[in-house]
């Protein structure tokens, strides 16, 4: 391996443009035979790994006979595997195609898969080769050869996308004092930053946000409660399996945020990646029973996924959030189409399955940040009210309305979106804060770094608000009592609670936030009551005030990550200090 370039195998690609690949396990062929089925045709593996029964229906999951061509990655025990599957014309008696793929495997030791996208096209030239001569194995045994684990691993270190981006945060600083600084911190962003190699998941983050839109946050937040989140689609699957990594990216807290939690009781900071999953991975899924304690890193429950077995949408009792990939066709419409998100209420029976949805706050954030990233991108500028009345974000809820109507007269209908002028102008400033990474990129000399740097950055940064608030808030309500029980906190100096505020609707989450408790596992003894987050930390965190999704989201998050019970006031309408709603 000390000669990285693969020229026996003729793959032309520039050393400068792609790093070695890391060392493998296994390298193997799956076939596809008219009498038998998926076969694994041709395998050289190191000791003690298995590929048989494994790997070849990971390989080639359903639908792939409807593509030319596909990516695929998967997690097999201590290993990511890839594979690069093929459709190539063949004769009648062949069903008119040869199908086939060839992977790899790769100790997950590197992250979360092991930096097996740089194989990717070296196996893409592979199938190639093998598709033009079957029974020359010449070229993979020469690959086995350079790459197989025991020589020298010559892959570089990993690159910011890769390594999760911190705040940092100094030292001997309480939690309530660090969490003001650290959201005004510059995030740890190296002045050089190359672009990602070729076929690096993470390079799918713009496509990944602008097909989700505002949804991404409801996402996002469902990720940060550790739940079990499936991706169903139709092949190819190679971008549901970048969705995957990104959301597990998005997702991951930065170890910097390792002193504001309990030391006794801390879920994975990242969450884990199962990357492409079908009916004979129904035991596996089984085995991550919600019920266990949250203690055991090795019992963790959660996990992400995607799938073009349908099959599994029946087993609702396996996964918490489904995703419903929109159709490749639809993509070529002239409207947009949202993925569904659906949320399984596990407490009823039959199990139901609840509609998520942005919130308003969602639908305004998600238009600034795109503005933000405009400069990276051929994106039109988009306005508030392109999302706020779209099916994906929710409505306004009654006292809403009412409190919008009140804001339009008392402004003479100038505030047409409905928020008081502190409330705007706090919004505007919380936001720019969180666009900070984004603009950073934006400087002279550093217009060619990749828009993927700053939406990772921005996702630290609003991971750091949320954690850094919540955490400010429990060391308060601990300082203030002894007894660990306290009063809530009220922050008169914050301008978004200048009119206190209330939510009369229910939504039906909210008659299911045991599965907080349950997946968090007990709280805490030296909390003899809730913990109160008020209107001006949910607003401080970045939340809707006005969403009951907002509300038994806090809960939970706090729930699972401190193992206390929380309480999130509902604010209300006041008018000379009476409340109206």
């Not at 790994?49 to 097999?76: A, M």
């Not at 100038?414 to 720019?432: F, K, P, T, W, Y």
């Not at 203030?480 to 029980?485: K, M, T």
Request: hydrophobic share 35%; charged share 25%; with cysteine.
């Amino acid at each position: 391996m000390a000669d990285d370039s693969p020229k026996p195998l003729g793959i032309d690609v520039p050393r400068s443009s792609m790093e070695a690949p890391p060392g493998i396990a296994a390298l193997f062929v799956i076939s596809f035979d008219i009498r038998t089925g998926y076969i694994v045709s041709w395998k050289r593996n190191a000791p003690g790994v298995d590929v048989e029964g494994v790997v070849e229906y990971k390989s080639l999951p359903s639908g792939l006979h409807n593509v030319t061509e596909d990516l695929i990655y998967f997690v097999h025990e201590q290993y990511a595997g890839i594979s690069a599957f093929l459709n190539h014309p063949a004769a009648e008696s062949e069903r008119n195609a040869k199908m086939f793929a060839i992977g790899v495997l790769v100790p997950l030791s590197t992250g979360r898969l092991g930096k097996s996208w740089r194989h990717a096209p070296r196996l893409k030239e592979l199938t190639q080769k093998y598709a033009e001569n079957m029974s020359d194995m010449q070229s993979l045994s020469e690959y086995w050869d350079a790459y197989r684990i025991g020589g020298t691993d010559t892959s570089s270190p990993d690159s910011p996308i890769d390594s999760p981006l911190s705040l940092r945060f100094r030292p001997g600083e309480r939690p309530d004092q660090s969490r003001n600084r650290a959201f005004s911190d510059a995030l740890v962003l190296d002045t050089f930053r190359p672009a990602l190699t070729p076929f690096h998941p993470a390079s799918s983050l713009p496509e990944f946000m602008d097909s989700f839109g505002p949804l991404i946050f409801p996402l996002y937040r469902a990720a940060l409660l550790r739940k079990r989140i499936l991706f169903m689609g139709e092949a190819p699957v190679h971008g549901a399996c970048n969705y995957v990594y990104d959301l597990s990216l998005l997702a991951s807290l930065p170890n910097s945020l390792l002193h504001l939690l309990p030391t006794d009781r801390t879920p994975p900071l990242r969450p884990r990646p199962l990357f492409n999953v079908g009916i004979h991975d129904i035991p596996y899924l089984s085995t991550f029973d919600p019920s266990r304690s949250i203690q055991d890193l090795e019992a963790d429950p959660s996990w992400i996924a995607c799938s073009t077995d349908t099959v599994l949408t029946m087993k609702p009792d396996l996964f918490d959030i489904l995703i419903t990939l929109p159709p490749t066709h639809t993509q070529q419409t002239a409207g947009h189409t949202f993925p569904k998100l659906s949320l399984v209420n596990h407490s009823t029976t039959p199990q139901q399955q609840i509609n998520l949805k942005a919130t308003q706050r969602d639908a305004r954030r998600y238009t600034m940040l795109r503005r933000g990233l405009r400069q990276f991108t051929d994106t039109d500028e988009d306005t508030a009210s392109t999302y706020s009345s779209s099916p994906v974000v929710e409505p306004l809820s009654w006292t809403r309305l009412a409190y919008t109507s009140f804001i339009w007269w008392a402004s003479a209908g100038e505030n047409r979106d409905g928020l008081s002028e502190e409330e705007e102008e706090a919004q505007i400033e919380q936001d720019s804060r969180l666009l900070a990474s984004v603009e950073s990129l934006s400087h002279p000399g550093r217009n060619d770094q990749p828009p993927e740097i700053a939406i990772v950055a921005y996702f630290r940064r609003l991971t750091s608000q949320i954690f850094g608030t919540l955490a400010g808030v429990i060391a308060r309500s601990d300082e203030g009592d002894e007894s660990g029980c306290h009063e809530p906190y009220v922050d008169d100096d914050d301008a978004s609670v200048s009119m206190s505020r209330s939510i009369g609707d229910e939504s039906p989450l909210l008659r299911q936030r045991s599965g907080a408790s349950s997946q968090g596992g007990s709280m805490r003894e030296n909390a003899c009551e809730a913990v109160t987050i008020s209107v001006a930390d949910m607003a401080e965190m970045g939340l809707d005030v006005w969403s009951a999704t907002d509300r038994v989201f806090v809960e939970e998050l706090v729930a699972l990550w401190w193992g206390r019970e929380a309480r999130v006031d509902c604010a209300r309408i006041r008018c000379c200090g009476i409340s109206v709603l």
